[in-house]
């Protein structure tokens, strides 16, 4: 069945850094959807990306979808300690959505 | 105000005994889902539901069931024939199955002793 991977599962960084994320699917997606966790919470949708190469900006944050459409990125730009959580992607092949392990982000101040 | 509401937040029970977590939604969705998050297992889907009295099997159905008698309220119970119960249960609905966003319940914290 349909798998999506993220990597790393854990990402350390210093207050003011940048660092990309990644999410690789076994198949073909028709969407890639991107959440964020924040620690005891629960997932809150943060955007989807369609199109072959798309490129998406939430302020710090860029999000990129591949040319093949298996994989995508989650770029954040000068880190702050409100980045703090657990990301998710989650792709939908041909129906449901299948949600990766989550990359768990971790702030120095 | 719109949104999925999830009771109790925390809930203990006994080895052996079944229980049913609530999850209702006034968004209108037609879709609904359960999953059940433990540490650095990510979210894995238990049942999910496009549409009223249907429902399918996620990946991690046994030892679970669940109900879809109204389009708002999707409950879950965890039977005693689930081997791990104690996890953190998540409910979301989005509209239609897959092509939009999910949205998330609070969650229900579940421990088992």
């Known amino acids: 069945g349909q798998q999506v991977m993220q990597i790393p599962q854990y990402q350390h960084v210093q207050e003011g850094e940048d660092f990309t994320t990644y999410c690789n699917s076994s198949t073909t997606l028709s969407n890639i959807q991107w959440y964020k966790q924040r620690p005891g919470g629960h997932p809150v949708f943060l955007i989807q990306?369609?199109?072959?190469?798309e490129v998406k900006k939430q302020k710090r944050l860029t999000f990129q979808f591949g040319e093949a459409k298996k994989n995508s990125s989650l770029h954040i730009t000068a880190t702050q300690t409100t980045d703090v959580g657990t990301y998710f992607c989650a792709g939908r092949g041909s129906e449901k959505l299948v949600f990766g392990k989550g990359m768990k982000l971790t702030v120095n101040p | 105000d719109g949104g999925i509401t999830q009771s109790p937040k925390y809930l203990f029970r006994k080895e052996g005994q079944n229980v049913t977590l609530s999850c209702e939604q006034n968004l209108n969705h037609d879709a609904m889902y359960w999953y059940r998050q433990d540490p650095g297992q990510g979210l894995r889907l238990i049942y999910y539901?496009?549409?009223?009295?249907?429902?399918q099997k996620g990946d991690i159905a046994e030892g679970y069931s669940v109900s879809r008698e109204k389009k708002e309220s999707f409950p879950l119970t965890v039977t005693s024939a689930q081997k791990n119960p104690t996890a953190f249960y998540l409910c979301?609905?989005?509209?239609?199955?897959?092509?939009?966003?999910?949205?998330f319940g609070p969650g229900t914290r579940l421990t088992v002793t």
């Open positions: 539901s496009q549409i009223v009295n249907d429902f």
């Open positions: 990306l369609v199109k072959s190469g």
């Open positions: 979301a609905s989005s509209n239609p199955l897959g092509a939009y966003e999910q949205y």
